[in-house]
């Protein structure tokens, strides 16, 4: 492979297991799975997980650790999640920098914290724990969000460098959440990324967002936009070969419009003439 060359993935969704179970050949790289989808199943998903990481690297990519609750992590999902993980050898585990639930109740979203000094000790002391009890790195995801706290001591771009400085995490970088960010608060995009140190950046996600009333939403629901595309392009130039992924949640188009998604990607790794 060309060392300015990433592989590329696309997410893995029940839509297109007839598809992928049809035996046609395809040249996306490997599959993001979203973890909780599997940790409860010994039917129909798991099963095709399986088949699918004969063939494929897989990555699991999970919703549900609550990194950044002052909670402990539920050592019921630690252990359901390094059971899949046994079970599947995933080349990346990966969750979010957000919190979820607290005192054993659950928003079912990826939610906010302040850039502090305390959240960024909760989060380490979390991570280590995972990590430990995993036995692996794991790599955290920046989110989206759309109310800024007024308790921030720091910038989002200094937290994740000190968590992953602390605890030797790996950064996932969602180029569509930095993009919705800086258009929702009014910030560049560019900025962020001049403050993100590369070395932690182990995989990538793109996305296409939505837009209602003047508001951008990480909605995982259209192409990714020209914006995007530009962010990744200045990113594979200062580093190559980060694993790449192609995520579309809401109105999922055909595997093949995904493949021609990933395809983008491949040729953005051939023309990476963006610059900071």
């Excluded at 990433?6 to 395809?26: A, D, K, Q």
């Excluded at 995993?134 to 995801?141: A, D, F, M």
């Excluded at 209602?212 to 200062?238: A, C, K, Q």
């Amino acid at each position: 492979m060309d060392q300015k060359k990433s592989m590329i993935g696309v997410g893995l969704r029940p839509t297109h297991y007839p598809e992928l179970e049809s035996g046609r050949t395809t040249k996306v790289d490997w599959f993001e799975a979203v973890s909780e989808n599997y940790m409860n199943s010994e039917g129909r998903p798991l099963k095709m997980l399986l088949q699918i990481r004969k063939s494929y690297p897989i990555a699991l990519h999970g919703v549900g650790l609550s990194i950044a609750s002052h909670d402990d992590v539920s050592q019921i999902y630690l252990k359901k999640l390094k059971s899949l993980i046994e079970r599947v050898e995933p080349m990346i585990v990966s969750d979010h920098f957000c919190w979820s639930s607290i005192g054993g109740h659950y928003s079912h979203d990826l939610l906010p914290f302040p850039f502090n000094q305390e959240t960024l000790n909760t989060i380490c002391r979390n991570v280590e724990r995972t990590q430990e009890f995993l036995g692996r790195q794991i790599c955290l995801e920046n989110i989206s969000y759309y109310l800024k706290s007024k308790l921030d001591e720091m910038s989002e771009p200094e937290l994740i460098n000190e968590v992953c400085r602390k605890t030797g995490c790996g950064l996932l970088l969602d180029l569509n959440n930095i993009d919705v960010n800086a258009q929702n608060h009014g910030f560049e995009a560019i900025d962020f990324i001049k403050k993100i140190d590369l070395q932690n950046i182990k995989q990538i996600h793109l996305a296409g967002p939505s837009q209602e009333d003047g508001f951008m939403f990480d909605t995982h629901s259209t192409p990714v936009p020209d914006s995007v595309w530009n962010l990744y392009r200045i990113i594979i130039e200062l580093k190559a070969n980060i694993p790449t992924l192609i995520e579309w949640d809401e109105n999922i188009p055909s595997f093949g419009v995904l493949e021609a998604e990933a395809e983008k990607a491949r040729q953005c790794s051939n023309q990476p003439e963006a610059r900071l």
